[in-house]
């Protein structure tokens, strides 16, 4: 089993033009969210000796983005199929 990080959707084209909203976020703060809900599946996995994957740093840098401009682009969930297949054949190689 392995547990990935959510993606941060706050440099998204959707959220350059949705933020910030009703209720004060903006994509700092969308930011801080997201590394907490991260750091806090972090610390589960571990407990329960699960590989935890973190892809965030990855989606804030790339900027790739479906036509929609808030969902992952194909290039990048294949990013994300590229670090989950090394953590398998890691673990498979152990």
């Known amino acids: 089993m392995f547990v990935l990080s959510i993606p941060d959707w706050g440099v998204s084209p959707f959220a350059a033009s949705h933020l910030p909203d009703a209720n004060g976020r903006d994509s700092a703060r969308v ?6 809900f991260n750091g806090i599946a972090e610390k589960i996995a571990g407990r329960y000796e699960v590989e935890f994957i973190d892809i965030t740093p990855h989606s804030r840098a790339a900027s790739l983005f479906a ?5 992952p682009s194909g290039e990048l969930y294949k990013y994300w199929a590229e670090e989950l297949t090394r953590g398998i054949t890691t673990r498979l190689a152990k």
């Open 67 to 71: 036509p929609d401009g808030l969902h």
């Open 31 to 36: 930011a801080e969210e997201i590394d907490a």
